[in-house]
C-alpha cells in the first residue's frame, strides 16, 4: 500500500512538472503574446509622447517699403509655449496610470492564453490515460476472441457467440484509434499555442491540486490577484487623472520668446509674453471626464459581482465534481470484475453475452470516472488561473 501511495505521488509530480514545462514554453514561443508584448511597450510610449513641451515657433517677416526711401523692414520672433507645473504634473501621473492598464490588460490576456494551455495539457492527460485503458481492454479483447475462437472450434460456443465477441474486439479498437486522433488533435493545438514548436506530454496522472474548503477566504485571496479585477479598477484611476487633467486644462497655456523689429537706422527687439485662454476648446470635458469615471466605477462594481458569482459558481461545481470522482473510485475498487469474469468465462461458467455485460458495465463505469475526474481537473484549474 505504502508502494502504491509513492508511486502514486510520483506520477502526480511528474505530471506537475510537466504541465508547469509547457506552460512556461507556451509563455515563452507564443506569438499571440509576444504580439501583446509588442503592444504593451508602444502603448506605454505612446503614453508618454505627448508630455513633452510642443514645438516652438519661429517667424521671420521681409516686408518692402513704399516708397523705396523708407527702406525695408525685417521682423523676427522665436516663441516657447508651456503649460503650468499643475498640468504638466498632471498629464504625467495620467501616462503612469495608463502604463499600469496596459500592463494589468497584458495580464490579463497571458492568464486567459495559459488557461487555454492548461485545459489542452489536462485534455492530453487525459487522452494519455484513455488511450492506456483503451490498450489494456484491447488486450483483453484479443485475448478472449483467441480463447472464444478455440471454444468455436472445439464446439463449446456457436458462431453469434464468437461474432458478439469479435464485434467487442472490433470496437475496442476504433475507439483506440479515436483516441489516438483526438490526443494528436489537441498536442497539435498545444503546438500552434507553443509558436509552432513542438510539445510532449507523457504523463497518465493528473497534477496533484488543492482547493481550500472555505470559499470565502479563498476568494479574498484571489480577489487580491485577479488581474481582471485589477484592469477595472485601474480604470477608475486612469479615468480619474483624466479629470484631473481635464480640469487642469481650464489653465491658460503661457508663451515666451524673443521678438525682433528691424528697418532702415532703426532696430526694435525685446521679449514678447502671450497667453492662450481656454474659453471654448475645453467646454465640456470636465463632464464628460466625470461621467467617465462614474462609468468606470460602475463597470467595476459589474465586473466584481461577475467575478464572484463565477469563481462561486465554479466551487460548488468542483466540489461536486470531486465527490463524483471520490465515489467512482471507491465503487471501482471495490467492483473491479474484469479479471473474476474472464476466468468465468474461460470455466464456461458464464455466456458471452453476461461477460460482455459485465465488462462494459464495469468499463463505462471507469469511462464516466475519467470524464469527471477531467472535467474536475479543468474547473479547478480555470479557479486556479487568476493565481498565475
Same mark, same amino acid.
Given at each position: 500500500?505504502?508502494?502504491?501511495v509513492m508511486m502514486t505521488a510520483a506520477c502526480c509530480v511528474q505530471a506537475q512538472n510537466e504541465v508547469e %514545462?509547457? #506552460?512556461?514554453?507556451?509563455?515563452?514561443?507564443?506569438?499571440?503574446?509576444?504580439?501583446?508584448?509588442?503592444?504593451?511597450?508602444?502603448?506605454?510610449?505612446? +503614453?508618454?509622447?505627448?508630455?513633452?513641451?510642443? +514645438?516652438?515657433?519661429?517667424?521671420?517677416?521681409?516686408?518692402?517699403?513704399?516708397?523705396?526711401?523708407?527702406?525695408?523692414?525685417? @521682423?523676427?520672433?522665436?516663441?516657447?509655449?508651456?503649460?503650468?507645473?499643475?498640468?504638466?504634473?498632471?498629464?504625467? %501621473?495620467?501616462?503612469?496610470?495608463?502604463? !499600469?492598464?496596459? @500592463?494589468?490588460?497584458?495580464?490579463?490576456?497571458?492568464?486567459?492564453?495559459?488557461?487555454?494551455?492548461?485545459? #489542452?495539457?489536462?485534455?492530453?492527460?487525459?487522452? +494519455?490515460?484513455?488511450?492506456?485503458?483503451?490498450?489494456?481492454?484491447?488486450?483483453?479483447?484479443? $485475448?478472449?476472441?483467441?480463447?472464444?475462437?478455440?471454444?468455436?472450434?472445439?464446439?463449446?460456443?456457436?458462431?453469434? $457467440?464468437?461474432?458478439?465477441?469479435?464485434? @467487442?474486439?472490433?470496437? *475496442?479498437?476504433?475507439?483506440?484509434?479515436?483516441?489516438?486522433?483526438?490526443? !494528436?488533435?489537441?498536442?497539435?493545438?498545444?503546438?500552434?499555442?507553443?509558436?509552432?514548436?513542438?510539445?510532449?506530454?507523457? !504523463?497518465?496522472?493528473?497534477?496533484?491540486?488543492?482547493?481550500?474548503?472555505?470559499?470565502?477566504?479563498?476568494?479574498?485571496?484571489?480577489?487580491?490577484?485577479?488581474?481582471?479585477?485589477?484592469? *477595472?479598477?485601474?480604470?477608475?484611476? *486612469?479615468?480619474?487623472?483624466?479629470?484631473?487633467?481635464?480640469?487642469?486644462?481650464?489653465?491658460?497655456?503661457?508663451?515666451?520668446?524673443?521678438?525682433?523689429?528691424?528697418?532702415?537706422?532703426?532696430?526694435?527687439?525685446?521679449?514678447?509674453?502671450?497667453?492662450?485662454?481656454?474659453?471654448?476648446?475645453?467646454?465640456? %470635458?470636465?463632464?464628460?471626464?466625470?461621467?467617465?469615471?462614474?462609468?468606470?466605477?460602475?463597470?467595476?462594481?459589474?465586473?466584481?459581482?461577475?467575478?464572484?458569482?463565477?469563481?462561486?459558481?465554479?466551487?460548488?461545481?468542483? %466540489?461536486?465534481?470531486?465527490?463524483?470522482?471520490q465515489s467512482y473510485q471507491e465503487a471501482l475498487r471495490a467492483t473491479d470484475n474484469t479479471s473474476l469474469l474472464?476466468?468465468? #468465462?474461460?470455466?464456461?461458467?458464464?455466456?458471452?453475452?453476461?461477460?460482455?455485460?459485465?465488462?462494459?458495465?464495469?468499463?463505462?463505469?471507469?469511462?464516466?470516472?475519467? @470524464?469527471?475526474?477531467?472535467?474536475?481537473?479543468?474547473?479547478?484549474?480555470?479557479?486556479?488561473?487568476?493565481? #498565475?
Amino acid at each position: 500500500m505504502f508502494f502504491f501511495v509513492m508511486m502514486t505521488a510520483a506520477c502526480c509530480v511528474q505530471a506537475q512538472n510537466e504541465v508547469e %514545462r509547457v #506552460l512556461q514554453s507556451v509563455e515563452q514561443h507564443n506569438t499571440t503574446l509576444v504580439a501583446l508584448r509588442h503592444e504593451t511597450e508602444a502603448a506605454k510610449v505612446g +503614453n508618454h509622447t505627448n508630455l513633452n513641451l510642443p +514645438n516652438p515657433e519661429v517667424e521671420f517677416g521681409y516686408l518692402w517699403g513704399s516708397p523705396s526711401s523708407i527702406g525695408h523692414r525685417k @521682423d523676427v520672433s522665436a516663441v516657447q509655449s508651456f503649460d503650468f507645473a499643475t498640468v504638466t504634473g498632471a498629464k504625467r %501621473r495620467l501616462a503612469r496610470q495608463q502604463d !499600469a492598464l496596459a @500592463d494589468w490588460q497584458y495580464k490579463e490576456s497571458r492568464m486567459q492564453l495559459l488557461l487555454e494551455a492548461h485545459h #489542452l495539457c489536462l485534455d492530453a492527460i487525459y487522452y +494519455n490515460a484513455m488511450c492506456k485503458e483503451l490498450m489494456q481492454r484491447k488486450q483483453y479483447a484479443e $485475448e478472449i476472441a483467441s480463447a472464444q475462437q478455440k471454444r468455436l472450434e472445439q464446439g463449446d460456443i456457436n458462431r453469434i $457467440e464468437y461474432n458478439q465477441v469479435k464485434l @467487442d474486439l472490433a470496437a *475496442v479498437c476504433a475507439e483506440l484509434m479515436r483516441c489516438n486522433t483526438e490526443r !494528436a488533435a489537441v498536442m497539435a493545438e498545444l503546438q500552434r499555442l507553443n509558436g509552432g514548436e513542438p510539445l510532449l506530454i507523457e !504523463a497518465t496522472d493528473y497534477p496533484a491540486v488543492a482547493i481550500a474548503n472555505d470559499f470565502e477566504a479563498w476568494y479574498a485571496e484571489a480577489e487580491q490577484k485577479s488581474p481582471a479585477l485589477a484592469y *477595472v479598477k485601474q480604470q477608475i484611476d *486612469v479615468a480619474n487623472r483624466e479629470l484631473a487633467v481635464r480640469r487642469a486644462d481650464g489653465l491658460p497655456t503661457v508663451s515666451l520668446g524673443f521678438m525682433g523689429e528691424y528697418v532702415s537706422g532703426e532696430n526694435y527687439q525685446g521679449v514678447k509674453v502671450g497667453m492662450s485662454i481656454p474659453l471654448w476648446a475645453n467646454k465640456n %470635458r470636465v463632464r464628460q471626464a466625470k461621467a467617465e469615471v462614474e462609468a468606470a466605477k460602475a463597470r467595476q462594481t459589474d465586473a466584481r459581482q461577475q467575478f464572484y458569482s463565477r469563481l462561486h459558481n465554479l466551487f460548488v461545481q468542483q %466540489r461536486g465534481l470531486r465527490q463524483v470522482v471520490q465515489s467512482y473510485q471507491e465503487a471501482l475498487r471495490a467492483t473491479d470484475n474484469t479479471s473474476l469474469l474472464k476466468k468465468a #468465462l474461460d470455466a464456461g461458467s458464464i455466456s458471452t453475452m453476461d461477460y460482455l455485460l459485465g465488462a462494459r458495465m464495469y468499463y463505462d463505469a471507469v469511462n464516466q470516472k475519467m @470524464d469527471a475526474c477531467r472535467a474536475w481537473q479543468k474547473t479547478v484549474a480555470e479557479m486556479q488561473a487568476v493565481l #498565475l
